[in-house]
């Protein structure tokens, strides 16, 4: 793929590739508030010219790290906080608010340094105090955190969980700045965990102090600090002069809020120039998309997959037959060709294709509408007999959405099941409705938090995984988790995760649709750019700026 329309290779190849670039030649703006001598009129003009619009396809639930369950949320809050690590655009792992951190020569317990004369967006110190509570309100069925499981390798975790101690004995401020976490048992990824979008440490004094509300007020250390929401509408984020890693030269990020992942009215902002990036249209020509020397077209892998999910605690799709004669009767390849030409990798499984662990081997389900009414006759329902209407439910209601779903309709009558499809695009209460298990059949795409293959299996299939939407149990699939979470030898890890995986896809719990591509257009101005495989919420827009012509 080579640069159009003047672009610079560098920041090209920073794009495509999720690398650095130097700024060089180019020529920055200002860092940090505009001076405060200026007039009135020139700060204006300065702050809309280093102010970054982007588009969010629904509201986020909240901006309480801990709280949070959705890509929207996190593609804010991971803009507000930090965690004691992070991603780099390499997805390894890099120190962000500890700048060292030491293991012990078993590897249960674990040191973790902050930088000092870190500051909050209010003013106050960072402190280790502020990491241990953070973690414990993780842990803290009071919380809710989706993510709590992880965590409960910890050392008192779960006694601390079941009401049967009051703090918890792996999570020590050994001084003002040090922290020492131990563990119960190894586990291969843990500190990749401690980079997950809701681990990120907050002020313990503002939490507590707002309670609930925080989630609506948020304050952390990150490049940019709450301004204000105006849900439906948009979420300001300012500049945070004081950041540890030097100011962002932007000096506002504005998510401009189009419910129900509204693409076309996405695109048609992005022409007229009022928003600096967006996703590609349904129905786009990608070929002139990346000759057209108007924009910058973005393409790269992501650890990602769509699919169909299943509530396996409610007839009739607690019986695996029945999932499977589902599974068999959807014609996934005609979806991905006739609706996404060249845009998505079929998925046969749930591992994609990115990730350690991913098996080429796995053949999935065929589209094999015989086999779909043979398993139907077994469960009990021949020719889709009592079944009565599936209804599948969905978040977003776009021109494509609506193809794909056609599809699915007409494959699934060809065997005989009646399918209604609804609509719910306020995000919150269609995500509120899935956690609660109040969906039969819901459409959902997973973005790994993680760039390891138990943020797939293991969050999502384990019976106790934090995103386990399903209900789905199975006790071999658990022991085989479990063992490859704690496994220290790669190969023995990759059979595990293999193994589970093809049980899983028998099982059926969901019908593995396609794995995404990050695809999205760019304004020529915009600079400095990385994207990893973790895809849009882990863009450091701290390092972005914006050179228009003058």
């Given at each position: ?15 495509l590739l ?5 700024a ?15 007039s009135?009129?020139?700060?204006q003009?300065?702050d ?82 502020d ?24 050392r008192g ?5 079941d009401?049967k101690?009051?703090?918890?004995s792996g ?5 003002r700045?040090?922290v020492?976490?131990s ?5 291969s990824?843990?500190?990749?965990l ?6 990120k440490i ?12 925080f989630?609506v ?10 301004l204000r929401w ?11 002069p ?26 048609d902002?992005f ?5 600096e ?13 990346a ?12 650890n990602?997959?769509?699919f169909y ?8 799709l ?48 065929s ?20 079944l ?14 609506l193809?794909e ?52 299996l ?7 995984g ?19 979470r ?8 990759v059979?595990q995760?293999?193994k ?15 794995h995404?591509?990050?695809e ?9 750019v ?8 882990y ?9 228009r012509?003058?």
């Amino acid at each position: 793929m080579r640069a159009k329309g003047g672009i610079r290779p560098p920041f090209w190849l920073a794009l495509l590739l999720g690398v650095p670039v130097c700024a060089g030649a180019l020529v920055s703006f200002l860092v940090g508030e505009p001076v405060k001598h200026a007039s009135v009129v020139a700060s204006q003009l300065e702050d809309t010219e280093r102010s970054y619009r982007r588009p969010l396809a629904h509201d986020p639930e909240t901006l309480d790290p801990a709280r949070i369950t959705d890509v929207y949320s996190r593609s804010v809050a991971n803009q507000i906080f930090d965690g004691l690590v992070y991603f780099d655009a390499t997805v390894n792992v890099g120190p962000a608010l500890a700048e060292f951190w030491r293991s012990s020569r078993d590897n249960l317990t674990w040191t973790f340094n902050l930088r000092k004369n870190v500051k909050f967006h209010h003013g106050r110190e960072l402190v280790a105090d502020d990491v241990v509570f953070s973690l414990i309100r993780l842990l803290d069925p009071k919380t809710g955190s989706s993510v709590s499981e992880l965590f409960m390798n910890v050392r008192g975790a779960r006694e601390f969980a079941d009401g049967k101690a009051k703090t918890v004995s792996g999570l020590v401020a050994l001084d003002r700045h040090t922290v020492r976490i131990s563990l119960n048992a190894v586990h291969s990824a843990f500190v990749s965990l401690l980079a997950v979008g809701q681990a990120k440490i907050l002020p313990r004094d503002i939490v507590e102090a707002r309670g609930d509300a925080f989630g609506v007020q948020p304050i952390g250390t990150g490049p940019f600090r709450f301004l204000r929401w105006d849900r439906g509408k948009e979420l300001v984020l300012t500049a945070n002069p004081t950041y540890f890693q030097a100011p962002p030269k932007l000096s506002r990020l504005v998510f401009r809020i189009f419910p129900g992942d509204q693409r076309h009215a996405m695109d048609d902002e992005f022409r007229r120039g009022n928003l600096e990036d967006a996703p590609i249209p349904p129905g786009a020509d990608r070929a002139r998309l990346a000759q057209d020397p108007a924009h910058v077209y973005v393409k790269r892998p992501m650890n990602s997959v769509r699919f169909y999910g299943f509530n396996t605690r409610i007839k009739p799709l607690n019986d695996r037959r029945v999932r499977q004669a589902i599974s068999h009767a959807i014609d996934r390849e005609t979806i991905i060709q006739d609706v996404y030409p060249g845009q998505y990798v079929l998925a046969n499984g749930v591992i994609p294709p990115t990730m350690l662990g991913y098996n080429r081997a796995l053949a999935g389900y065929s589209y094999d509408p015989a086999r779909a009414r043979e398993l139907l006759a077994q469960a009990g329902y021949p020719g889709g007999r009592g079944l009565g209407p599936l209804v599948i439910w969905s978040s977003v209601k776009r021109d494509d959405i609506l193809r794909e779903h056609e599809l699915i309709r007409k494959s699934l009558a060809t065997v005989g099941v009646p399918v209604e499809i609804r609509y719910l695009t306020d995000w919150p209460t269609f995500s509120k409705m899935i956690d609660e298990g109040k969906l039969p059949i819901f459409l959902y795409a997973w973005y790994a938090d993680v760039p390891d293959p138990d943020n797939f299996l293991g969050w999502l299939f384990h019976s106790r995984g934090p995103r386990n939407f399903f209900g789905y149990r199975n006790a071999e699939v658990d022991r085989l988790l479990m063992g490859a979470r704690t496994a220290g030898d790669v190969q023995l890890r990759v059979d595990q995760y293999r193994k589970a995986e093809q049980l899983i896809l028998e099982d059926a719990p969901i019908v593995p649709i396609f794995h995404h591509t990050y695809e999205r257009l760019f304004q020529t101005y915009v600079r400095n750019v990385e994207v990893s495989g973790l895809g849009d919420a882990y863009i450091p827009f701290r390092k972005i700026w914006l050179e228009r012509a003058r």
